[in-house]
């Protein structure tokens, strides 16, 4: 998928994570497979002075990038947590509170 321009946003098929963050909107040249997340160029410079041995993928293997580190979204009990498995009793998506809650034991 290509970049698209919407009104006077420029919308991406990959945003940097890191960027997105500072809610600042840059297009993705690398995914990190060991983070799972998206860098822009700045970013991923930063991403591997810390993080050297991470398996980084360029533009010209985007079709081996995978979802994002939060693909499956936010817990609907706490908000604001990231979904971390599924409850198989429940079939319910859970955060880290909710498994460590009576419900999902």
């Given at each position: ?47 591997d ?10 533009r ?7 979802p ?22 429940h ?15």
């Amino acid at each position: 998928m290509a970049s698209a321009l919407v009104g006077s946003d420029q919308v991406y098929d990959y945003a940097c994570a890191p960027c997105e963050d500072e809610d600042v909107n840059k297009k993705a040249d690398i995914f990190c497979r060991d983070c799972s997340k998206y860098f822009c160029v700045d970013c991923s410079s930063k991403h591997d002075v810390l993080f050297r041995r991470h398996v980084k993928l360029d533009r010209t293997a985007v079709d081996k990038w995978g979802p994002p580190a939060d693909a499956l979204g936010l817990c609907m009990t706490h908000r604001g947590e990231p979904v971390i498995l599924l409850c198989r009793d429940h079939s319910a998506l859970c955060c880290h509170a909710c498994v460590t809650s009576d419900m999902h034991r």
